[in-house]
């Protein structure tokens, strides 16, 4: 691979464009990344040609967090110029003979670099969709998910998908927080430590492991959880699976963990304020990224016992009061992250079909400064609503 001499961002995006004097020969194309100062209307764009009735088209795949949107275009119909331009750091083309690739730094010089090389381009319309994880793979076996065969059981299917879905979500952020220097690179001397709170059996925390090692990314996973027997079990599975150097098991409450560092914090379906203990460990261990799937928020329903005008016409209702207080739940959760430095988005992580539970909190720390009037409405809601949330309870005793 050999760099390219130092050109402006317009010839860099001049050059890109270029390869479209020749559509046939593309094989693949993808944006990622976020240029500083930038804001992308998706997370990712991957187009591909796709033959329909005999004709070239370029299927465009869109990802915006929560689901991907595809659209087919003509070659010439494609605007492609518009998505270089569109505030993406990273530019990969692979034709059948090179593969170009633009990085766009911090300063907004670009770098590029192109290998040649032989690449296949699959011109498949409905083409079956990829997975992270091969139904086969031994720690799914181990784990239940998959029977002996290495075909996903019937009755764990939903939690498949879960996992599934949350490594499509885990991939690009980590990404994305590592290209704008919100966490190291991980390096063998120093991997990115990631720990899963509330493990129990560790789907999650295997599948994590496992996917990206298989990337080639250098981690250190740890799962706790506070029942022993899910600690011996899954340390039992590591070491039939060979991995114990990179991942461990402690049988530990959340608030009292020996733990006192972490890169990445994630948490799936920790109960009630088993959220709050999550997001509070993190908060305290300088953790840069957050991942988590809230559950069974009863916190704030218990303190529901006077709401607001003309709020009783939601709060009078068992399921509405319930659904209510959830959202408020989430909402201060997420609030405070944001005022600790953080920005947060609340996103849907799996579909509905497979699990209710189904929203993912997801924190990256920027260390920007806090706004003023967030902290102001944070306080005129605690005070509307007459409660106190347990994260800011576990924060502020």
Same mark, same amino acid.
């Given at each position: 691979m050999s760099?390219?001499?130092?050109?402006?961002l317009e010839?860099?995006?001049?050059q890109?464009i270029?390869?479209f004097?020749?559509p046939?020969?593309?094989?693949r194309?993808?944006?990622s990344?976020?240029?500083?100062?930038?804001?992308?209307a998706?997370?990712r764009?991957?187009?591909?040609?796709?033959?329909?009735?005999?004709?070239?088209?370029?299927?465009v #795949?869109?990802?915006?967090?929560?689901?991907t949107?595809?659209?087919?275009?003509?070659?010439?119909d494609?605007?492609?110029?518009?998505?270089?331009?569109s505030?993406?750091?990273?530019?990969?083309?692979?034709?059948?003979?090179?593969?170009f #690739?633009l990085?766009?730094?911090?300063?907004?010089?670009?770098?590029?670099?192109?290998?040649?090389?032989k690449?296949?381009a699959? $011109?498949?319309?409905d083409?079956?969709?990829?997975?992270?994880?091969?139904?086969?793979?031994?720690?799914?076996?181990?784990?239940?998910?998959? &029977?002996t065969?290495?075909?996903v059981?019937?009755?764990?299917?939903d939690?498949?998908?879960q996992v599934?879905?949350?490594?499509?979500? $885990?991939t690009?952020?980590?990404?994305?927080?590592?290209?704008?220097?919100?966490?190291?690179?991980?390096? *063998?001397?120093?991997?990115?430590?990631i720990v899963d709170?509330?493990?129990?059996h560790a789907? $999650?925390?295997?599948?994590t492991?496992?996917?990206?090692?298989s990337i080639?990314?250098?981690?250190?996973?740890?799962?706790?959880d506070?029942?022993t027997s899910?600690?011996? !079990?899954?340390?039992e599975?590591?070491?039939k699976?060979?991995? #114990?150097?990179?991942?461990?098991f402690?049988?530990?409450?959340?608030?009292q963990?020996s733990?006192?560092?972490?890169?990445?914090?994630?948490a799936?379906?920790?109960?009630?304020?088993?959220?709050d203990?999550?997001?509070?460990w993190?908060l305290?261990?300088?953790?840069?990224l957050?991942?988590?799937?809230?559950c069974?928020?009863?916190?704030?329903?218990?303190?529901l016992?006077?709401?607001?005008?003309?709020?009783?016409?939601?709060t009078?209702?068992g399921?509405?009061?319930?659904? $209510?207080? &959830?959202?408020?739940?989430?909402?201060? !959760?997420?609030?405070?992250?944001?005022m600790?430095?953080?920005?947060?988005?609340?996103?849907?992580?799996v579909?509905?079909?497979?699990?209710?539970?189904?929203?993912?909190?997801?924190?990256?720390k920027?260390?920007? *400064?806090?706004?003023?009037?967030?902290?102001?409405r944070?306080e005129?809601m605690? #005070?509307l609503?007459?409660?106190?949330?347990a994260l800011?309870?576990?924060l502020?005793?």
């Amino acid at each position: 691979m050999s760099p390219s001499a130092r050109v402006t961002l317009e010839q860099a995006f001049a050059q890109a464009i270029g390869y479209f004097q020749s559509p046939e020969t593309i094989g693949r194309i993808v944006l990622s990344g976020r240029r500083r100062n930038m804001q992308t209307a998706t997370e990712r764009i991957d187009i591909r040609p796709v033959d329909i009735k005999g004709a070239l088209h370029f299927q465009v #795949s869109t990802n915006d967090g929560k689901a991907t949107t595809t659209k087919n275009y003509l070659p010439g119909d494609l605007p492609i110029s518009d998505y270089f331009t569109s505030g993406y750091a990273n530019i990969l083309i692979e034709t059948l003979n090179e593969s170009f #690739s633009l990085q766009i730094s911090k300063k907004d010089e670009p770098v590029i670099s192109v290998k040649t090389g032989k690449y296949e381009a699959d $011109l498949s319309h409905d083409r079956k969709k990829n997975r992270l994880l091969d139904p086969s793979d031994p720690f799914l076996i181990e784990v239940g998910i998959s &029977d002996t065969s290495g075909k996903v059981k019937a009755s764990k299917m939903d939690k498949y998908m879960q996992v599934e879905e949350f490594l499509r979500l $885990l991939t690009p952020t980590l990404t994305s927080a590592i290209e704008a220097g919100h966490l190291d690179s991980p390096v *063998p001397t120093k991997p990115l430590k990631i720990v899963d709170l509330g493990c129990g059996h560790a789907y $999650l925390t295997f599948a994590t492991h496992q996917y990206l090692q298989s990337i080639g990314m250098s981690i250190k996973v740890i799962g706790i959880d506070v029942r022993t027997s899910s600690r011996d !079990r899954n340390n039992e599975i590591a070491k039939k699976l060979g991995i #114990s150097e990179t991942i461990e098991f402690l049988a530990e409450e959340i608030s009292q963990t020996s733990l006192s560092e972490a890169d990445v914090a994630i948490a799936l379906h920790a109960c009630d304020t088993a959220t709050d203990d999550a997001i509070a460990w993190a908060l305290r261990s300088d953790a840069q990224l957050l991942m988590i799937a809230p559950c069974c928020h009863h916190d704030i329903q218990s303190q529901l016992s006077d709401s607001p005008e003309p709020w009783s016409l939601i709060t009078r209702y068992g399921i509405m009061r319930e659904r $209510l207080a &959830d959202l408020l739940t989430d909402a201060f !959760r997420m609030q405070i992250l944001k005022m600790r430095g953080f920005r947060v988005e609340g996103i849907e992580f799996v579909g509905g079909e497979h699990t209710p539970r189904n929203l993912m909190i997801r924190a990256v720390k920027t260390g920007a *400064p806090v706004d003023a009037i967030e902290v102001a409405r944070y306080e005129e809601m605690v #005070s509307l609503w007459k409660v106190k949330p347990a994260l800011a309870r576990l924060l502020n005793p």
